[in-house]
C-alpha cells in the first residue's frame, strides 16, 4: 500500500473493497487511465443497480443516505437516485464483508434496526427482505455519485457520504469519505469535476482537496439550500496527496494569491457579496484547500485569485 495512506490501513484488508453499482452500459471503458494514482489496487466489487437481487444493497445505500442528509433535508427520494443517478450516471464507494464490521459498524447498518424507509419490500409480496447482514455478500460503507454533463469532459458530483458520520471516532474507516470520491474520480477518468455542498459543512475539507477549488457560485437561491458553494475543480491527484501528509501546496501559493476579502460561512450577506462578484466577471475565485484544512467549520475563509502572470 502507498506508504501516504498509513492512516487508513483498512484499504489493506481483503474484507473491504472499492464496488461499482452501475449499470452495464454505463461502464467505464478503461478504468483508471487518466489519472496517475497508486492507492486502488484491489478490483472493484461489481453490482448492477437494476438487477432486483441487489435491492438489499441499494436499501443499505438509502439508509446510509437518509441518515447523512435526512437533518439538512436533503435526503435523495428513491426516484432521484434511479432516474438522475443510476439511469446517467455513475455510483461508487467501498463494501465490506458482513465479517469485516465491528459491533459499532454492524449496529449503524443493521437492516432490521434501519430499514431504508420508502422501500417497496416492506409492501411487496414478491419482494423478499435481508434479515440480517449475515444475508448479504457486500455491504456499502460510502456512497459517492457522478453525473456527466452536456460540457465535454465535466462531471457532476451529486452526493457523498460515509458511515463514519454514524460511528465513533475510534471506530471510524479513517479517510473513507475522501478515498470514496478519489476513488471514483479515478476509475471513471474524471478530469473536471463541479458539485455543490453547504457553507460550513465537513465535506469542503473534502472536496478542497482533489484539485485547486474555483468558487463557480457562492450563493444559489434556486437550490433548496440558498447557502450553497457551487465549485469546480482540475481533477490534479498531486492535491489528493496532501489531504494525508498536510503538507503545504507549493502549486497553490505560487498561482493564487489572497485577495484581501473573505467569505464568512455564517453571514448570507458575505456570500451574496461573493456571488456578485463572481457575477460581475471579476473572478476566477479560489478557495485553499490548507486553510480549509487548518480552521473551523464555520470560520471566515480568504478568497484568493490567481496571481497576475508574466
Ligand atoms: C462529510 C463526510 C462525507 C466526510 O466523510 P468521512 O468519511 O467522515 O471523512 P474522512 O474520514 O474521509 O475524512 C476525515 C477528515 O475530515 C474531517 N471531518 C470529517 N467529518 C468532520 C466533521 N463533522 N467536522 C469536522 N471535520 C470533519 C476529519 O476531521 C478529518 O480531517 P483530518 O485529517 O484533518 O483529521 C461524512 O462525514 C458524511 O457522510 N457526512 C454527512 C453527509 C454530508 O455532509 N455529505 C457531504 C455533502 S456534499
Redesign the pocket.
Known amino acids: 500500500m502507498n506508504p501516504l495512506l498509513a492512516k487508513a490501513d483498512w484499504m489493506n484488508r481483503d474484507d473491504i473493497r472499492p464496488y461499482v453499482f452501475v449499470r452495464p452500459e454505463n461502464q467505464i471503458a478503461q478504468p483508471g487511465s487518466v489519472h496517475r494514482n497508486d492507492w486502488f489496487t484491489q478490483s472493484p466489487v461489481f453490482k448492477n443497480p437494476l438487477d432486483v437481487k441487489e435491492l438489499a444493497f441499494a436499501d443499505r445505500i438509502y439508509s446510509l443516505e437518509e441518515r ?2 435526512g437533518p ?1 433535508n436533503m435526503a435523495m427520494p428513491r426516484w432521484v437516485f434511479y432516474d438522475c443517478a443510476v439511469m446517467p450516471g455513475f455510483v461508487a464507494g467501498f463494501a465490506a464483508r458482513p465479517s469485516a464490521l465491528s459491533k459499532a459498524a454492524r449496529e449503524a447498518l443493521d437492516p432490521k434496526k434501519f430499514p431504508a424507509s420508502l422501500s417497496p419490500i416492506k409492501s411487496s409480496g414478491v419482494l423478499k427482505e435481508v434479515e440480517s447482514l449475515d444475508d448479504m455478500d457486500w455491504i456499502p460503507l ?1 456512497l459517492f455519485i457522478i453525473i456527466p454533463t452536456m460540457h465535454k469532459g465535466e462531471w457532476v458530483a451529486h ?4 458511515v ?2 454514524l460511528l465513533p471516532k475510534e471506530e ?8 470514496s470520491k478519489a476513488f471514483g474520480l479515478w476509475y471513471a477518468n474524471v478530469e473536471q469535476c463541479s ?4 457553507w460550513g ?3 469542503l ?3 478542497s482537496h482533489y484539485g485547486h477549488l474555483e468558487v463557480i457560485g457562492a450563493y444559489a437561491p434556486v437550490h433548496s439550500h440558498a447557502k450553497t458553494i457551487t465549485y469546480r475543480v482540475q481533477v490534479n491527484t498531486q492535491c489528493w496527496e496532501k ?1 494525508f501528509n ?1 503538507e503545504p501546496d507549493l502549486a497553490f501559493l505560487e498561482n493564487y494569491g489572497p485577495t484581501g476579502t473573505f467569505i464568512d460561512p455564517k453571514q448570507e450577506v458575505s456570500m451574496l457579496n461573493f456571488q456578485q462578484r463572481i457575477e460581475r466577471g471579476e473572478g476566477p475565485f479560489y478557495l485553499s484547500a490548507g486553510e480549509i ?1 487548518q480552521k473551523k ?1 464555520d470560520e471566515q475563509l480568504m478568497i484568493y485569485s490567481l496571481k497576475q502572470q508574466y
Request: charged letters at 5%; one cysteine or more.
Open positions: 447523512a442528509f439538512s460510502s452526493n457523498l457520504c460515509s463514519n458520520s471510524q474507516f479513517y479517510g473513507l469519505g475522501f478515498l458539485g455543490m455542498t453547504q459543512s465537513p465535506a475539507k473534502l472536496h489531504f498536510k484544512a467549520l
